[in-house]
């Protein structure tokens, strides 16, 4: 298909009505999370001090992103779904080069799999998941413990993930 089709498609399906019912609820941005930056660098959420010092400057700490560039956090289906693989895998391990119309992009998200702790990252992505109107549910350390054991680029047997 090209690049027209596929816009025209992807025109008609955003037109579509949801279905409440079925859907849930549609997600709304909440602009009242308060952030470390607005707080004072306040900690009384677990995970808002890493997310200013590691995931703020680049998604800012609205969570919106710096399109075209950086995705935002908020509203992203990766903070709404009830898995939360996706997410402990990027941060785990970031995010490879994209290439497109032959350039590749500037921006990439680092691998964090050196600098933070199972329970840091839980605690990170628990705040994104439940910040700005997300209501993904909460990560353990659990949850990253177990792919940081099967994603590792040194293991003899990393799994590949696919995408949900």
Known sequence: MSDDDLKAISHY????????????????????????????????????????????????????????????????????????????????????RVVTAGVPDSYRMPSFRQQLSDREIADVLTYVRSAWGNNGRPVTPQDVDALRKHTDPASSSPIILQMR
């Open 13 to 96: 399906l955003k037109s579509l009505p949801g279905d409440q019912s079925r859907d849930g609820t549609p997600w709304t941005y909440a602009s009242a999370t308060p952030v470390p930056a607005q707080t004072g660098g306040s900690t009384a959420r677990p995970g808002a001090a890493t997310y200013a010092a590691k995931c703020g400057f680049c998604h800012g700490t609205d969570g919106l992103g710096r399109s075209p560039w950086i995705p935002p956090l908020a509203g992203s289906a990766a903070s709404l779904i009830e898995h939360a693989d996706s997410q402990v895998n990027v941060t785990l391990n970031g995010s490879a």
